[in-house]
C-alpha cells in the first residue's frame, strides 16, 4: 500500500493501448487492401458468372437443335418446306419398308405402283416392318415422293392430288387412313381408297408411311413444336398450342434455311439459333443433311 501511494502513475504508464491516430492509419490502410482486392478479382469473379451464363445459354440452345435435327431426319423425302424463314414444316415418317406390285383382278399380273381398287387396299410388303407396334398412329403412305410442281407429284396441297378420266384420284401419298399389317400385308382402309393409285413406282420398291405432319416457329421470343393431323398449305398451321422447345430467342437473328439442290440427292437444312438474356448473347448454326431419294 505503501509503494502504490508514494508512486501513484506506474500502474497507469504499465498499460498498453493504441491511440486514435493509430486506429485511423490501420481502418484506412484495410481500406486500401479491401479495394485493392475488390477491383483485381472482380473482373475474374465477373467473368466466372458470365461464362455460367453463356454455358446454360449453349446448353438451351444445343438441346433445341438436337430435337430439330431428330424429327429433320424423319421426314419424307422432298417433304420439308420452309415457310419464310421462321417456319420449318415437314411430314414425319417413323417407319417404312420394300412393297410388291400388286395384283390385277386376279389375273396374275402384278401392277407398279400399287392401285387400289377396294376398300381396305392391300399391299405386299417383302422387308420386314420397322416400328409396326405404333401402326395405329399412321395415317399416310407415301410411295416415290419427288417433290414436283404437277398434280400428284408432292404431298404438299394443292399439288397432292391428281384425277383421272376416269375418276381414279393418283397421287404419292394416300388419303388419310387407317393402316393395318397382318402376315405381311398393310392394309389402307378408311380413307377413300378404292379408287386411288399411286402415281409413280419406287425403283427400289420403297414406302415410307407417315403419321404427323411437325412444325417449328419462331416466334415472340421462343421456337415452339407443334404435331398437326392433316396435310395443309403453306402458313395454314395454328401454332398458338404448340410446345415451346426453347426460350429467350431472337428471332430478328434466328432463322430457317433450306436448300433442296435436286430431288434425288442429299440436301441441306440450316438453322440458325440466337439465344440473349442479361445481356449475353450466343449464336448456334447447325446443318443437317436430308436424304431426299424417294
Sequence with gaps: MLSLLRNPGRSVRCQAGFTLVEMVMVIVLASVIVVMITTVMSRPLQGFVDQIRRAELVDLAASALNRMTRDIRLAVPNSLRVVGSTRLELLRSPSGGRYRASPVDGEGVRRDPPACTADPCVVEVLSPMIGIEDLDEFNWMVIYNIGGKADGDNIWPPLNNAILANGTAISVISPKVTVRYTQGKLSLSDGGVENFQFKYASPQH????????????????????GEFDSLELPGAYDYSRATPVVDHVDCANSGFTYSPDTHMRSSLVTVKLTLSQDGETITLLQQVHVDNAP
Excluded at 414406302?207 to 415452339?224: H, P
Design 206 to 225: 420403297r414406302f415410307f408411311l407417315a403419321d404427323k405432319v411437325v412444325g417449328y416457329q419462331c416466334s415472340g421470343g421462343q421456337i415452339v413444336r
